[in-house]
């Protein structure tokens, strides 16, 4: 079954939600309806033929912060330092990059450009967030998610030079171990996350934890002033 969302703020509960993690249809793109959906692990997710689709798969990819798997190459690219790495400077043309047709991919986007505006409104509210890596000053990778409490939604990453969205994944996740964040919500599996680390769990412990941890004091506001910081490699 699929519900159908009206003007009014609610959702169906997260585990009435379909075998595929459809959950409901409808709705807008307001910061209220997209705050209210992150609270309960439930995301948007469309392309421009569709309406907007409401989702919580179960299971559900986590990565929790310590268990970040840092290769040797990587920790080598670090320590070389290619790479400048900055938050949320530059949130709108992170947003665009992620919304480019990768390589090898189908032509199309799940970023239309309402859902840009949206997180892009939602940026502004300061609870969507950035992480820019540039390569002699020209910007060649990076992320954004949503956060709220001490959790992270990862929503989307790009990379034009090799390993570059992997420099600001690592670099979010030594701030998000600083400031004791839980986990990173990965949402949908993919072969990539899971090499750096990202884990699938049940759907009863991702809510059981959501719980807990989204009502925890988060870090509302710009993330700018972290930026540029040395980050100690193991």
């Given at each position: 079954m699929i519900f159908g969302l009206t003007e009014s703020l609610i959702f169906p509960p997260a585990y009435l939600a379909r075998e595929d993690g459809l959950?409901?249809?409808?709705?807008?793109?307001?910061?209220?309806?997209?705050?209210l959906a992150y609270g309960q692990g439930i995301f948007p997710w469309y392309t421009?033929?569709?309406?907007?689709?409401?989702?919580?798969?179960?299971?559900?990819?986590?990565?929790?912060?310590?268990?970040?798997?840092l290769s040797r190459r990587l920790a080598r690219i670090i320590r070389q330092g290619r790479f400048e790495v900055t938050f949320d400077t530059d949130f709108e043309q992170i947003i665009r990059s992620c919304a480019q047709p990768r390589r090898g991919k189908e032509?199309?986007?799940?970023?239309v450009p309402e859902?840009?505006?949206?997180?892009i409104r939602l940026h502004e509210a300061g609870y969507a967030h950035s992480v820019e890596c540039r390569e002699g000053g020209r910007l060649v990778g990076g992320l954004y998610g949503v956060a709220m409490g001490r959790i992270f939604f990862g929503e989307s990453m790009f990379s034009s030079v090799?390993?570059?969205?992997?420099?600001?994944?690592?670099h979010l996740v030594g701030l998000l171990r600083k400031w004791e964040f839980n986990l990173i919500d990965c949402q949908m599996t993919t072969s990539h996350l899971l090499s750096l680390g990202a884990k699938e769990i049940p759907g009863y412990q991702f809510y059981s934890r959501l719980e807990k941890y989204i009502t925890q004091p988060g870090y509302l506001g710009s993330w700018a002033a972290e930026s540029n910081k040395n980050m100690t490699v193991p």
């Open positions: 959950l409901a249809v409808g709705g807008d793109l307001s910061v209220e309806r997209l705050l421009q033929e569709d309406p907007i689709l409401w989702w919580a798969p179960d299971p559900r990819l986590i990565l929790e912060p310590e268990n970040f798997h032509k199309g986007t799940w970023l859902m840009i505006d949206a997180y090799s390993n570059s969205s992997k420099v600001a994944l690592l």
